[in-house]
């Protein structure tokens, strides 16, 4: 304890000197006694006192061993850094010595450095004087050299001519630049004004240039030489633009010439100028496009031979001149269409376009494969030029159609009037050419336009499909008006119902005609406005003829169901001869239309018929003449049924069942079966009315009120409806309005 407590006094002036090393000898002083603590805690650790105590003491002089040659390294290191510093100072010292010297002396050489600076200028001045005494030769021989210049230019020695001009600019330039350089731009319009003839050189140069060029197709087959010789100088005015737009410092004046583009530019005017001048040509429209295609061809070869040889390759001269013909003929073709062209113009132009320009006769030509490829130039006229270029041609199609029509249709119209038969046909039908002058004329067109585009075809044939639809109404109009001057003088004219036959067949020969217009073979369907209007027209031709038939039969129709006609059969017969006389001349017209027309007359001739029996001429008095009456009828629609039967009518066909109906129904004995009689023939014909009923009752002259009563009750509670499929018969028949009885003033009714 003693021991420490020296320690501590002898080294309490270090502590108060160093602070943090009495701290940190506390900390260790206090961890080596924990340390102990902890090992000594134990008796039986203590025998090893002495290993611990003596292995700490290497320990410790192993530790200050270290430490004391660290710090000695450290010192000796401290003693060669001050040492250098020390050597430094001195070094700056005998710098700064000489450094104010230096400045003592430059201060003494000021004066001396501004007669320097005078000598320099002079120095300047004598090297600018000394270029202007060697290009004083030059100076002088400018207007000589310009007079030189200007013969070679007359005597087209292009190049040498070329050359001097070149020499004169860079010397001109030159004196420019340097006067730029210098800012004396005041005397650059003195230069200027001395060098004032190389514009007029230029411009002579240039001239023969573009006269050159504007030949050069000509030239290159005539004088290949004169036309390289051209672009020779062309090329080098063009390395001069762009060495001088590479110096950015001074640009003399005319530069950049840019005599390429200048090129380029006359070579496109003249091609331009050449073939595509606007002018009229309607009349020849056609003639010129054959032209334009020839001479197309025949230079663009040229070019592709010849020309491509005589440029640069970066020139694309073929390319060039390809995109020039194609851009010129789209703005040519535009100008054109603005005229107005009649419908053949605009066929030759459509195909002329879509058709002959891609193809081999002209830019396809093998000539000029594969180099010459307007396919990435895109089309000659837009798409929606092309439909309006179609839309026009339509119209005046249409216009010419519609010109043609009536004079066909008046030329038609005469011929009904002629004093012999219609044409025949080899199978004897009566025909006339109108069918096949119509579909010819029509199918022409549509066929034509097969040439240009699908499109256009489609147009055509909608167009034409219209105006057929129109020309069938007014050839119905036509036959209107032929029925009523037929009305006015039924012997006018002679052949009154062969020409309406004719019309029939006629009419049957459009129809077959009409789906082979159509583009599309496999597309054969009529429209349904134009099969309308065919069958308007047909009705209206049955209708004439049927109507001339009940001419001839009503004198005998209004005689059935009389006295008269109950005596004999001589009535029928003459029916029967009539209907015979106008079947043979239906004979005359094809199967279709000859059945339709059979079928009307029967259904005519029925119709008639029962008309005549609601007129009720006569009243049966007495069973025998009811009897009589009815086998009247029997024989009546039997002799007319075997008839029809016989021109190849089937019986299942026939109106005139209805006849044998009513037989049924008049020659009944026993009046009080007629409801149930009634009803079935209300059944089979449902369109008979209360009024149809009543009149063949009164037709019977036996049937009583009461009777009479329960029929048409019976026929109130059953009431008919007409099936979809059901012909009409009865309810085209009226039945005249009953007579009122005579009333005297003062009397009683009977």
Known sequence: MGTSADDEQGASPRDEEWPEVEKAEKLARGAALKWASG?????????????????????????QSRLKSTVQSYLEGVSAGLEQLRSAVQEVQSVCQELGAARWALLDCADRFQDLQQMRTLMAEHVQLASVVQVLPQLFSVHEVFSHTLQLLRGQHLLEAHVEIMMMEHLRDNILSQLHLRGLSSAQA????????????????????????????????????????????????????????LDATFLPPGRPKGWRQKFYHVLQETITGTHFHTTRVDAGLSRHLEALQRDIVSELRVVKDLMVQCVPAHYNILSVCTATYHQALASHLQDILREDLDKQALFHLLKWVLHV??????MGHPDLLPEVDVSSLGPLISPELVDQTERRYVVKLKASVLEWMPRTLNREFEEWFREKEPKTDHQGFFQSDLPTDVIEMLNSNIKVTSLITSSLQQKVYNMALEELEAFLGRLREALVQYGKEHQKDPTMPKYYVPYLL?????????????????????CREVPVSLQAALDRMQKKACQLLLEEL?????????QLASRKWLSGSQLVNSMCEVIDKYAKDFSRVKKPVFTLLLTECEVLVANQYLRALMQKKMVCKSKEERGQFCDRLLQDATQLRELFCSLGLDRSQQNLEAVFAVRELLCLKDTALLSLEVLGFITKYPDVSDEHISTLLDLRGDV??????????????????LPESYQPIFSTILVPAPELPFCLRKGKCA
Not at 357 to 362: A, F, L, P, R, T
Not at 510 to 517: A, E, G
Not at 550 to 558: A, G, K, T
Not at 705 to 721: D, G, N, T
Request: aromatic share 6%; proline share 4%; hydrophobic share 40%.
């Open 502 to 522: 004719a019309m029939l067949n006629n009419n049957l020969a459009l129809s077959s005609f009409v789906p082979t217009l159509h583009p599309d073979s496999a």
């Open 190 to 245: 003195t230069v200027l004004s001395y060098f004032s003839g190389l514009q007029e050189l230029n411009e002579s140069l240039a001239k023969q240039l573009w006269g050159i060029v504007g030949s050069s197709l000509q030239l290159v087959q005539e004088d290949p030489v004169l036309f390289v010789t051209a672009v020779r100088i062309i090329e080098r005015e063009e390395k001069i633009d762009d060495t001088l737009l």
């Open 550 to 558: 009940l001419l001839d039969l009503q004198p005998l129709c209004v």
């Open 39 to 63: 090992v000594f805690y134990r008796p039986e650790n203590l025998e090893g006192l002495g290993q611990y105590r003596s292995r700490e003491t290497q320990r410790n002089s192993s530790i």
């Open 704 to 721: 009583s009120k009461e009777v009479r009563h329960m029929v048409l009750e019976m026929m109130a509670q059953h009431p008919q409806a």
């Open 357 to 362: 320009y891609h193809s081999s006769e002209m």
